[in-house]
């Protein structure tokens, strides 16, 4: 959220507590027993979310939200009963035992600097520089007039500091004195310096250098200038044909027959008028939902990864690796290091791609990235705190080129479903076994700390909607729906609390549908703001469909264009966050590593359909 005076945006790799700067103790309280309760429905009760008097959103009912009707307010001044839980710990920061949110919390107070600044630190780390300094000034150092520990703490050490009155004059004496001798030493030292060495120089130089000043005098060795030296100026903005130029200063020409423009200002690098197309709105215009059509590509295998679409990685170590935490494992093992992995990041996807994607007419990008991007536990084999980084890099991209991402929290801790891509493959410990409930609690913690952030004016325009979890559960054996439920309900709560209500504020929340079927969350969470359904819709981890390559067509429309369209009726926004025109699973590791295929019939004893 907006802070006022200097603000430096709050990212969650930098430790935002002086005596805790690595691990985030997950304080969540999450109830997955007694949501919902017996005889209740999963509906916010009428007049729970009432929004307050001039809330953003209150009330109204847009175009740009045409998903859901009036948007519920501050969910932490308004808990309804059937959540069955105590506010989420890290709501307050005066909660003894917990962790405080940077975002949320009325009683949070600005507190010192861990890097030795004089000027104290709001809630997100950013300096107060406006009406606390301009009071302290104006009172001339007399007390405390803030009420904080940091305020105290500067009084005592203006005051230990301060000269005595009765030696003012006696400083004032000495101070005369240095400076009179400082001028003097110009005098002799400086002057006889600048008349018989410098000035002598240039004068026995300037006859050869007048005429052609060594080339560069017409045309700047070939560069524009800028009219402040011999610095050239780059373009800022261009379209179809441009020359872009990237941070290494390496050039590419920019092809968009859309009518798409790029745009990068280093003197405002937050510029947001780029548009990937010319029918897509610029980045600092809101997104028309249910008008703008969203035309998007998963950059998944880039900073989660997965055998089937990062095979080159995995193959070196077949079979033996598996999913991300043997594979890191065995890199480890070889190299005594995860270099590969970062190579691996900064060459998967480049600044070029995002502009290709905008080329090719798409307008949004779904980029998956896994909970190590934030931290690891002891004991954890992941890269940590690296991928961070990159996805920072494709933000950037992404403003430059007019693109809106979807972040997608691919993989969390315990593992949501058991698969490869979750990080770790076998048994499901989220809201599953010993440790289920732990590890949901820790998930909650890391949808706050990228909540936060994407909720920030600097990239919530570019960051629009947020996929809290990717595909948790198989079945209801394993994570009952009462469970999912909850948790979906206290990650709405710690969304909104971070970014606010009504559209611009915090992103679109999209939660997935857990293989229950799209239609059975008619009615979920009713009222909540921006609250979207997401499906992923593959015809290749199913049942092959033995028929000709031109039955194909007709399969997508036949299969789910009926319950989309009444789940957007009747939930409200529902999308396919994954999709593939893939006919068949034949492909490397698409089933995962050793899996077979279904079409070539080695997959769990499934009949051959290939030739």
Known sequence: MAHAGSHVPYD?????????????????????NTY???????????????????????????????????PSPDPVQHQPAEFGAPTPGFFYSDQPGTRASYASGPSLASRGSAYGSIAPLDARGSAVLDDQWASRTASGHSGNKHGTAVGTDLYEKDNLYEAPRA????????????????LILIAVIVVPLYFFVFKKKNNSGSGSSSGSNNGHSGSNNGHTTSGHGNTPTVETWGGDGSLVTKDDGT?????????????????????????????SPPLNQLWKWGDDQIYGVNLGGWLTLEPFISPALYQPFAPRAVDEWTLSELIMERDGNLNAIEEHYKTFIVEEDFAMIAAAGLNWVRIPISYWAIETYPGEPFLARTSWTYFLKAIGWARKYGIRINLDLHAVPGSQNGWNHSGRLGPINFLNGVMGVANAQRTLDYIRILAEFISQPEYRNVIPFFGIINEPGINMNNIPRGA?????????????????LGNGNGPVISIHEAYFGIGSWVGYLAGADRLALDQHTYLVFQ????????AFPSVPCDSWSAMTAASLNGFGLTAAGEWSFAINDCGLYVNAVGGGTRYEGTFDGKPRLGD
């Open 12 to 32: 969650p790799l930098v430790p935002q507590d002086h005596d805790d700067g690595h691990h985030l103790a997950a304080s969540s309280s999450l109830n997955v």
């Open 36 to 70: 919902p309760p017996s005889g209740s429905s999963t509906s916010l009760p009428p007049g729970a979310y009432l929004p307050p008097a001039g809330a953003p959103g209150g009330g109204t009912h847009s175009y740009q939200t045409p998903y859901r009707d009036t």
């Open 167 to 182: 030696k003012s004059k006696r400083k004032a004496k000495l101070w005369a004195i240095v400076v009179v001798c400082a």
């Open 251 to 279: 050039t590419f020409v920019y092809n968009n027959t859309f009518g798409g423009y790029w745009v990068y200002d280093p003197v405002n690098p937050l510029n947001e008028s780029a548009r990937a197309q010319a029918d």
């Open 484 to 500: 999912i439920e909850s948790f979906y309900a206290e990650a709405y709560k710690i969304i909104r609390t971070a970014g606010g």
């Open 543 to 550: 049942d092959q469909i033995n028929q000709p390559v031109t």
